[in-house]
């Protein structure tokens, strides 16, 4: 937050007392002081900017937190989950009180309450979501001189109207709406470009799972194949949770071991989050842009702390961005109790080696503290260190 105290305006204060006035008027003033006291206090600075994002990044973590509307393709159909009213921060109140808290020194020996307010999520704009998913067929293509890669991109169209759309969501209160669609498949898909489009494989990791765990298996597989053979142009942003759609039953997802507000417990789709994990090591070995990620409550047994990346449907999404010269394309596998994940592409020259160092930095009887940093060396030397993130987690 960047809190510090602006002494010198204090200190130029207190300088003036007596030298402002004529001899008479400084010279009562400085008996005044000396009689009376007076309470200079310094001004706090802090970069409320900042403060409010990371108050705003809170909301989402609250165990009780508004959930959006959103959306996504599951086959032939448009489905559109509604929100949820729920809690967020208040980004005012809270900044008052942290202000006031510092100001007074009280903090020393205080917690400070963060407050809250119940919100509604946003109202379900049938409208802006057509106007997103629309679009005709496009076939891939690639150029040698200069190489490019055009990918495919399927034509989707609402196979009712507008109206009768916007009609299904009014009437009826549901916790989701499925709309049909017409998915047009073009001529030429990205993926019979063939290898010779993605020659070479920028980066790979890989996490190990218990095959004997069947629920949990298949809720691995599912969203592995959701992101599988998934394509990136540079400057497209992958979104976790756009990708692989909520968890329900109708999309197959199984009931299996999940954390809720610090206790394991069954819920839908459990498990998905160590696709997400092995995802997120291979984006960063891939040196590709973190845009959006956020740790487990506790470290997973799959990656050590600070390697890992949750996502809760509606609220958690873990996303990054493309910013190379050429596309991506991912590919993911779950068998024989590993999930692996691969990312190719074509090499630049600006490349780098990159390694991943992460550590615990402290542990207290109820929390873990640890960090991670992204290493880039080029021609077996340093040239960059990057922090990736710093992360806390609850203890068992």
């Known amino acids: 937050m960047n809190f510090s105290f602006d002494t010198k305006t204090a200190a130029n204060s207190a300088f003036q007392v ?23 206090e310094p001004k706090i600075i802090f970069d409320k900017k900042s403060l409010a994002k990371n108050l705003e990044d809170l909301s989402s973590q609250l165990p009780d937190a508004v959930v959006q509307s959103s959306y996504y393709l599951e086959n032939a159909e448009l489905i559109v989950t509604s929100g949820k009213e729920g809690n967020v921060v208040d980004v005012d109140g809270t900044m008052e009180a942290i202000k006031n808290s510092i100001a007074t020194f009280s903090a020393l020996k205080n917690p400070i309450e963060i407050a809250v307010k119940s919100q509604k999520p946003d109202d379900i704009n049938i409208e802006k979501i057509y106007q997103e998913v629309r679009k ?8 040698r001189d200069p190489f490019e890669i055009h990918p495919s991109e399927n034509g989707v169209d609402f196979k009712i109207s507008l109206e009768e759309a916007k009609a299904l969501v009014e009437e009826n209160e549901q916790e989701e709406y499925s709309i049909p669609l017409n998915i047009i498949t073009p001529n030429v898909t990205t993926n019979m470009i063939g290898t010779e489009a993605f020659p070479d494989l920028l980066s790979t990791f890989s996490t190990r799972y218990a095959a004997s765990n069947v629920n949990r298996t298949t809720n691995l597989m599912l969203a592995a194949n959701k992101i599988n053979g998934t394509v990136l142009m540079p400057g497209e942003t992958f979104s976790y949770n756009k990708v692989v759609g909520a968890r329900t039953i109708s999309a197959g997802y199984k009931e299996a071991p999940i954390y809720v507000e610090g206790r394991v417990e069954d819920g839908l789709g459990g498990g998905i989050c160590q696709i997400t994990s092995t995802l997120y090591n291979a984006v960063v070995y891939a040196n590709l842009e973190i845009t959006q990620r956020t740790n487990h409550q ?4 799959y990656v050590t702390a600070s390697r890992d990346a949750t996502v809760v449907y509606g609220a958690l999404d873990f996303q990054f961005k493309n910013n190379r010269n050429y596309p991506i394309k991912l590919v993911c596998s ?18 780098f080696e990159v390694q991943i160092s992460s550590y615990e930095t402290g542990r207290t009887p109820t929390a873990i503290y640890s960090e991670a940093y992204k290493i880039l060396k080029r021609d077996g030397q340093v040239v960059d260190r990057q922090l990736l993130s710093k992360d806390t987690y609850k203890r068992h």
């Open 298 to 301: 506790f470290v997973p047994s």
């Open 136 to 143: 005709d067929p496009v076939d891939a293509y690639y150029t």
């Open 18 to 40: 007596g030298r402002e006035g004529n001899i008479f008027e400084n010279n009562l003033e400085v008996l005044s002081m000396m009689f009376g006291h007076v309470n200079i």
């Open 334 to 351: 779950v068998s024989g109790g590993i999930a692996n994940f691969q990312i190719f592409g074509m090499r630049q020259e600006d490349d």
